[in-house]
């Protein structure tokens, strides 16, 4: 079993930013590509950013593309988001997500074990 804990969440004025960590047990992480998503009331969830096993390989959806960049430190046991240039529209609730592959996966089905989120508010 894979647990994930999100942290870095709050409230931050447009134009700001934010980190969010999530951190994963297990001595298996350094194998699993990772990936953040978030979920804003009345919509579905959607990813955010995606992360190959080794950090060398990254995807971003148009949304948040140059906004958002995500990291990972296996030493640690940790991924990141970098969230910058912040806007209302982002506000949701983010979660973290761990697959048993090792390359990029990009959509929610594709993930096996999930944080229970930390909440990014965005205030104008």
């Known amino acids: 079993q894979v647990q994930l804990v999100e942290s870095g969440g709050g409230l931050v004025q447009a134009g700001g930013s934010l980190r969010l960590s999530c951190a994963a047990s297990?001595?298996?992480?350094?194998?699993?590509?990772m990936g953040w998503f978030r979920q804003a009331p009345g919509k579905e969830r959607e990813l955010v950013g995606a992360?190959?096993?080794?950090?060398?390989?990254?995807y971003y959806p148009d949304s948040v593309k140059g906004r958002f960049t995500m990291s990972r430190d296996n030493a640690k046991n940790t991924v990141y988001v970098q969230m910058n240039s912040l806007k209302p529209e982002d506000t949701a609730v983010y979660y973290c997500?761990?697959?048993?592959?090792?390359?990029?996966?990009?959509?929610?089905?594709?993930?096996?074990?999930w944080g229970q989120g930390t909440q990014v508010t965005v205030s104008s």
């Open positions: 992360i190959a096993w080794n950090g060398s390989n990254t």
């Open positions: 997500a761990a697959t048993a592959r090792f390359v990029l996966a990009i959509t929610a089905p594709q993930y096996d074990y």
């Open positions: 297990g001595r298996t992480f350094s194998r699993h590509a």
